[in-house]
């Protein structure tokens, strides 16, 4: 049984327009601190920007997997597009990573021969920058833990509202000091990239256990299979497989023994009723085993069956 994982249609077009917002008003800012950083000379405020290109780049691809998985499944994707969230997501991170390699680059070259910093323009385009970014986390805040896709657009709009204080911070700290405190340009460049690293490196991680069909977090196997157990008329529960469809749809299939008394269409809708209200469990396969098998375990290893290659190709 499947419970529709976008059941209220208002908060999915409310999320959309949001989106849109945050990628129009993150582009302004792009252009902003792209153009600030050249005049003043401020690598803070360029490997800011790098890191506003990646916001654009993530919002945009989180607009672009929301629409994709709305699209109904067919027989090539019986599940739909629902994964293309957490592609999108695992590609935000990893091109976060190949833009803190390159700050850092930048950041050394910076170190061994600093150049002169324009503080009057750095610090207004760092101010705009926070302006916007503050605008756009408040907007993206309430609908953050919508999916995967969202939360890694929002911790994209995150980290770079950081970046806006670190920019605003150098800047300040270079008009009092001159040139006495130019390293702190590339120094606080450096600590953007650690924190693009950070966020990388969550939504990396995150991503990658769903793809490679991990226990969602926040749910034990055990509980689960004690939910099951408890259900009256259930004996015995194994095969008991969970994983993530998506950051929203969790799947469960397993094989439960039944007393010969119990219904199986009561025993099923009570088992289902049981795991979507305590483990928020959407999507169940059970199959109905009248004896157990000898051996069975709660969680057995999915064994390939010989010749399942070659019969692979044979059907292509």
């Known amino acids: 049984m499947c419970a529709e994982p976008h059941t209220d249609d208002s908060n999915e077009q409310a999320v959309y327009r949001h989106l849109q917002f945050a990628a ?3 582009a302004s800012v792009l252009i902003v601190e792209i153009v600030g950083g050249i005049l003043s000379h401020s690598l803070a405020l360029l490997s800011d920007a790098a890191h506003v290109f990646l916001d654009v780049f993530a919002i945009g691809l989180t607009l672009f997997a929301v629409r994709l998985s709305r699209r109904p499944p067919s027989h090539r ?6 994964r293309a969230e957490v592609m999108a997501a695992l590609l935000n991170g990893l091109t976060l990573f190949g833009v803190a390699i390159g700050i850092v680059y930048h950041a050394i070259e910076r170190f061994k021969s600093p150049p002169g910093i324009r503080w009057g323009i750095m610090l207004p385009a760092g101010g705009v920058g926070l302006l916007a970014n503050l605008v756009v986390a408040l907007r993206l805040t309430s609908h953050r833990n919508h999916s995967l ?5 929002f911790l994209h709009v995150l980290s770079d509202l950081f970046g806006s204080v670190a920019v605003m911070f150098a800047a ?9 405190l130019l390293w702190i340009d590339p120094a606080l460049a450096v600590l953007i990239a650690l924190l693009i690293c950070h966020g990388a490196f969550k939504l990396v991680k995150e991503s990658l256990h769903i793809l490679l069909e991990g226990v969602p977090a ?11 157990r408890t259900v009256p008329g ?26 010969d008394s119990a219904a199986s269409d009561h025993l099923i809708g009570e088992i289902n009723r049981q795991l979507h209200e305590r483990h928020g469990i959407t999507d169940t396969t059970i199959q109905i085993d009248e004896e157990p098998r000898k051996g069975e ?3 057995e290893p999915l064994r390939h069956p010989p010749g399942a290659a070659e019969q692979g190709r044979h059907n292509h």
């Open 24 to 26: 129009a008003l993150t």
């Open 77 to 82: 994707r019986t599940y739909g597009w629902h």
């Open 149 to 153: 896709n969202v939360r890694s657009a």
């Open 172 to 180: 300040v700290a270079i008009s009092f000091t001159g040139t006495r």
């Open 218 to 228: 926040g749910i034990e196997i055990s509980a689960v299979a004690e939910t099951i």
């Open 234 to 259: 259930v004996r015995g529960v194994h095969h008991l497989h969970i994983w993530g469809l998506c950051s929203q749809v969790v799947t469960l299939s397993c094989h439960i023994v039944k007393d």
């Open 297 to 299: 375990r709660l969680i």
